[in-house]
């Protein structure tokens, strides 16, 4: 006869896994698309959790001994999971700012659509380049870096061992915003570049035919010019995409180490 019988601080222990498993998912690029039904993601997040439950399994359990205290434990390892989830979700958006400023050059700033993926008004090339990244993260396997790197957090950061160091979470994000701002503009440089070259060219061309509307002829030649440029640079997306991947990385290593203990 099996024995199905267990004590209740291995079901806590487990639900905490579950817990912050649940919240990196659901936050996380890849696992996080809207169209991918909440059983899916539930389901995965629960057999990922028994994997690491077995894996973890630690000689003494850590149980709240109060209604309140068990709530905290839960609060602190869903913050910790959307956390690392949060580190790898921010860096995707780093696409949607490449977009809106080639959007921008090339004209189409008021041709903004719903992105089924953010659930925001997102630019034509904005969605453009966040769906190739995303194809290009499946066909990288991307995706099994995120779950390899979630479940080294329980090594790192053991359940309801987390410290919330504010300070280096704080500078980790600032340091992000730097090179959120450095990554979006070296991959929209080609469409950038070609667009402010194409100004200056139409800027000579106003001076010496004064009798030509180049506001009208401009608007059609930046759009074409900004279309050319984006199929001749095709090529490039992998190159930009590693930006991307690298950026997503460094973030979820950082804000890992704002959460370790120092002491362990």
């Known amino acids: ?51 690491i439950y077995y894996a ?6 850590v149980s709240g001994e109060t209604l309140l205290s068990i709530a905290t434990l839960v609060i602190k390892e869903a913050a910790v999971g959307l956390l690392l989830g949060l580190s790898a979700y921010i860096c995707q958006t780093i696409v949607l700012f490449a977009g809106r400023i080639a959007d921008m050059e090339m004209g189409f700033a008021m041709a903004n659509q719903l992105d089924p993926a953010t659930k925001q008004d ?26 390899s790197a979630l479940a080294e957090t329980f090594t790192l950061i053991p359940v309801t061992k987390a410290v919330f160091n504010w300070d280096a979470l704080l500078q980790s994000f600032i340091k992000f915003l730097g090179q959120y701002m450095l990554v979006g503009l070296q991959i929209c440089m080609p469409v950038f570049c070609t667009i402010m070259l194409l100004n200056a060219i139409l800027g000579i061309l106003a001076k010496v035919a004064p009798q030509m509307n180049m506001f009208a002829v401009g608007i059609q030649l930046k759009v074409f010019t ?7 640079t095709v090529g490039l997306l992998p190159k930009l995409s590693d930006l991307i991947y690298k950026a997503m990385q460094k973030g979820i290593v950082s804000f890992v180490e704002g959460l370790m203990d120092a002491g362990l």
């Open 1 to 51: 006869m099996i024995d199905y019988s267990f004590p209740i601080e291995e079901l806590e222990y487990f639900l905490l896994i579950m817990t912050r498993i649940t919240c990196f998912v659901f936050v996380a690029p890849f696992f996080s698309v809207p169209s991918l039904p909440g059983r899916v993601k539930i389901g995965f997040s629960f057999f990922i959790s028994i994997l």
């Open 56 to 61: 973890t399994m630690p000689h003494a359990y």
């Open 122 to 147: 997102a630019t034509i090339t904005g969605v453009y380049y966040q769906y190739m990244f995303l194809m290009i993260m499946v066909l990288s396997g991307l995706y099994r870096y995120f779950v």
């Open 226 to 232: 900004g279309l050319g440029v984006l199929f001749l």
